[in-house]
């Protein structure tokens, strides 16, 4: 009895299982089975995509390029003075604001001068005095040479009158010194700007002493109309530079900010440095900007963009649509019976977006942009328009193909 019920549960069991499988079947069959009309007319099946495929393309054209060299430089100013006091005194006036613009000659600061208009005046005094005790000595030396031409006195005595006006005009001599030596340390006491540039921090304050010696500046100037840039470029890209360097060419070069959205300043490479660094294998460049609107700063880093050459009415492709493969870089071009073909290029130079190529395709000729890796030579090709793709699509429930039994189509 018990080996009966156990056939009778097994053979239950596989009745269900098959029952099972059935309607897994026609499950199946409903769910394929409307999507083989549309699937005709497209070309495309449920589990492979037969039919074209959607591709963005892009026109060949043709504009001058410029082919540039990119590297990081570092702003430098041209002249960079630490201003300091040249006297000893208190600081008694400070003139300047932080940060303004100034001239060559203008007045920073004042170091008191009342001590040394004393010793201007003691430097005129000695010199007056000095001046009036030879001019008496000449007049002696005058008598005296009347009296030698008489043969009434010694010549002993002519010569020691002589030695006397000759020893006052060496004081003379000396105390004109002494009052310019006065007069220049009186003019020391007015600190002007030797260069002119951008003030930096002001570092001493109104009534400190200072003193010719002392290691911290009253400020600081840098140079920044002009300022130069010097940034390094790879051993490599050296010959095309010397190249038109040698034939005079002037360069020009552009420095943007770290994230190369907006450019600082235009200038043109000024020189080259006169030996290649081993270490590096890099060699070093100053180019030159004017700075009229002062967007470079001492020590800031920009990205530099050196543009060795324009080559005009070059031939242009989108960066996107280049390849790369075994047998080189290349690119798929879609003829007018929308098929694509594989064409190698010869890629020159790029500046991130477009590409200059020097063989390979012709002005006018459509390249894939994006849908290429289900690409191959041959291929059929749908070109999608990008004014349509960018169009928003209406949400829609997942399951509402099911219910209407409309098919599922795949892009």
Same mark, same amino acid.
């Given at each position: ?17 098959? *029952? ?27 589990? =492979? ?6 591709? @963005? ?15 990081? %430089?570092?702003?430098? +100013? ?10 000893? %005194? ?34 005129? /005094? ?19 040479? /009347? ?47 030797? $260069?002119?540039?951008?003030? =930096? ?5 109104? /009534? ?12 600081? $100037? ?32 552009? +420095?943007?900010? @770290? /994230?190369? @959205? ?43 963009? *050196? ?17 790369? %493969? ?20 010869? +890629? ?40 349509? +793709? ?17 098919? @599922?189509?795949?892009?």
């Amino acid at each position: 009895m018990s080996n009966a019920s156990a056939t009778s549960a097994k053979t239950s069991r596989q009745w269900l299982i098959g *029952l099972t499988l059935l309607a897994v079947l026609f499950l199946l069959l409903w769910w394929f089975w409307p999507s083989a009309p549309q699937s005709q007319q497209t070309g495309r099946g449920r589990f =492979g995509d037969m039919g074209p495929t959607p591709v @963005r393309v892009a026109e060949v054209r043709q504009a001058d390029f410029a082919i540039e060299l990119k590297a990081l %430089g570092t702003v430098t +100013a041209y002249n960079t003075v630490n201003v300091r006091s040249r006297v000893d %005194g208190e600081l008694v006036k400070v003139l300047f604001t932080e940060g303004q613009q100034v001239k060559a000659g203008d007045l920073l600061a004042v170091i008191d001068p009342r001590s040394y208009e004393v010793a201007l005046q003691q430097a005129q /005094g000695a010199l007056q005095e000095n001046q009036a005790q030879l001019k008496n000595a000449e007049l002696d030396l005058s008598r005296y040479e /009347g009296l030698y031409a008489e043969d009434s006195i010694a010549k002993q005595t002519l010569d020691t009158q002589r030695a006397l006006v000759n020893q006052y005009r060496g004081s003379i001599k000396s105390n004109q010194a002494d009052v310019a030596t006065a007069k220049l340390n009186l003019d020391f006491t007015q600190i002007r700007a030797p $260069i002119s540039g951008r003030l =930096g921090l002001r570092q001493l304050d109104v /009534g400190n002493l200072v003193s010719s010696g002392d290691t911290t500046p009253l400020v600081v $100037i840098t140079q920044t109309d002009p300022i130069s840039v010097i940034f390094t470029i790879p051993e490599g890209d050296l010959p095309a530079v010397l190249k038109r360097v040698r034939n005079d060419v002037t360069l020009q070069v552009e +420095a943007w900010d @770290r /994230g190369e @959205r907006l450019k600082l300043a235009d200038g043109v490479l000024e020189s080259l440095d006169n030996q290649i660094d081993t270490t590096t294998g890099t060699v070093k460049l100053k180019a030159r900007f004017e700075n009229a609107e002062q967007m470079l700063f001492p020590n800031q880093f920009v990205n530099v963009r *050196l543009r060795v050459e324009t080559r005009e009415a070059a031939t242009i492709i989108p960066s996107s649509s280049l390849q790369f %493969g075994n047998r080189g870089t290349f690119v798929y071009v879609v003829d007018g019976e929308n098929k694509v073909s594989i064409r190698l290029v010869n +890629a020159a130079a790029s500046n991130g977006e477009d590409t200059l190529v020097e063989e390979g395709v012709q002005p006018g000729e459509r390249l894939v942009l994006e849908g290429s890796d289900r690409l191959r030579d041959g291929a059929e090709v749908e070109v999608i328009d990008p004014s349509q +793709a960018e169009q928003p699509t209406p949400n829609a429930a997942p399951d509402s193909s099911k219910r209407a039994g409309s098919p @599922r189509t795949d892009a």
